[in-house]
C-alpha cells in the first residue's frame, strides 16, 4: 500500500517561501506519476505540480510557474514543493498524490493515492 505523508506546511507573509515535503513508502517502481494539488476554501481541488518518476519531466499549473519548482529525492523517497514568492491566493492545504504510470503525468492527474495534507497560510 503506498502511503503519502506531507510535512513542511506553515504560515508566512507574502513575499515568502517555505518547502513542503513527501515521505513516500510502499513502492518501488519509477513508472510513477507524483505531485502536489491544493484546496482552497470554496474552491476545487486543483493540481499544482507534477513529475514523471522515471524521467523527471515536470509540469506546472500556470498560476505557480516560475514560483514554485518540484523536486524528488529517489534515495530518500521523498518528494518536495519548493514554494517561493508567495502569495495570499497560494493559500490552501496542500496534498502529495501519487499513480501509477507509463509516462502520462499532466499537473491535474487522476491520483491514486493521497496524503493527509497539510496547511499553507499567506498573509498580506
Known amino acids: 500500500q503506498v502511503q503519502l505523508v506531507e510535512s513542511g506546511g506553515g504560515s508566512v507573509q507574502a513575499g515568502g517561501s517555505l518547502r513542503l515535503s513527501c515521505a513516500v513508502s510502499?513502492?518501488?517502481?519509477?513508472?510513477?506519476?507524483v505531485g502536489w494539488f491544493r484546496q482552497a476554501p470554496g474552491k476545487a481541488r486543483e493540481g499544482v505540480a507534477s513529475v514523471y518518476i522515471g524521467s523527471g519531466s515536470t509540469n506546472y499549473a500556470d498560476s505557480v510557474k516560475g514560483r514554485f519548482t518540484i523536486s524528488r529525492d529517489n534515495a530518500k523517497n521523498t518528494l518536495y514543493l519548493q514554494m517561493n514568492n508567495l502569495k495570499p491566493e497560494d493559500s490552501a492545504i496542500y496534498y502529495c498524490?501519487?499513480?501509477?504510470?507509463?509516462?502520462?503525468?499532466?499537473?491535474?492527474?487522476?491520483?491514486?493515492?493521497w496524503g493527509q495534507g497539510t496547511q499553507v497560510t499567506v498573509s498580506s
Open positions: 498524490a501519487a499513480v501509477p504510470s507509463g509516462g502520462y503525468c499532466p499537473v491535474s492527474f487522476t491520483p491514486a493515492y
Open positions: 510502499g513502492y518501488t517502481s519509477r513508472n510513477y506519476c
